[in-house]
Every structure is written in C-alpha cells, then in structure tokens.
C-alpha cells in the first residue's frame, strides 16, 4: 500500500522561504517520478514541480528561478525548496508519484496515480 505524506508547510510572509518534504512508503521510491502540485483556494489543482528518477527537474514558469526540487532516494523523500514566496504562492501542496509511463511530460493530475494528503503553505502580503 502505498503512503506519502507531506510535511513543512505553514504560515510565512511574503519572501520568506519554506521546505516542504514527501516521504514514501510501499513502493520502490526511485523507480518513480515525483511531482509537487499546489491547489489554491477555489482553483484547480496546478503543477509545480518534477523530479524524474535522476532526480532532473522540472518547473512551471510560475516558479522557476525560485523553487528547488530534489529528491532523497535513499530516504524515499522528495522535496520542494521554496524561496522568495508570494501570496500567489498559497495553497495546499501536494505531492504524487508519477505513472511509469505517460504521453505527458508529467506536468497534468491524469500522469500521477498516488497522492498525499497534502500540506498547507499560506503566504501574507
């Protein structure tokens, strides 16, 4: 059975930073991509981040430059180094593993099978 649980959000001003981590269990970790998404209120859930196997990364153009995304293989972690944070930024993250093979760079829900409950990252202006 597969768990990933998020953890590391909470509340910080605008331009302030925050480490979000995702620890994985019941599955081998680094045969799986990893995603980040984050999910405002009211709006649909958006990509943010991934992280193939080797841990190559991938950004939306709205965070590029200022989030960082690694992964622990070892430790069966992914994380989401965020820095410069915006009100825009606030929302519940999430982090996915990513079906082994997809049409998709792995930047849409429909790649990712496995979801955590989420962490809530609130950003003031």
């Known amino acids: 059975q597969v768990h990933l649980v998020e953890s590391g959000g909470g509340l910080v001003q605008a331009g302030g930073s925050l480490k979000l981590s995702c620890a994985a269990s019941?599955?081998?970790?680094?045969?799986?991509?990893m995603g980040w998404f984050r999910q405002a209120p009211g709006k649909e859930r958006e990509f943010v981040a991934r992280?193939?196997?080797?841990?190559?990364?991938y950004y939306s153009d709205s965070v590029k430059g200022r989030f960082t995304i690694s992964r622990d293989n070892a430790k069966s972690t992914v994380y989401l180094q965020m820095i410069n944070l915006k009100p825009g930024g606030t929302g519940v993250y999430y982090c996915?593993?990513?079906?082994?093979?997809?049409?998709?760079?792995?930047?849409?829900?429909?790649?990712?099978?496995?979801w955590g409950q989420g962490t809530q990252v609130t950003v003031s202006s």
């Open positions: 992280a193939r196997t080797d841990g190559t990364p």
């Open positions: 019941g599955l081998t970790f680094s045969n799986r991509g």
């Open positions: 996915a593993t990513k079906k082994r093979f997809t049409s998709s760079g792995g930047t849409v829900l429909s790649d990712y099978d496995y």
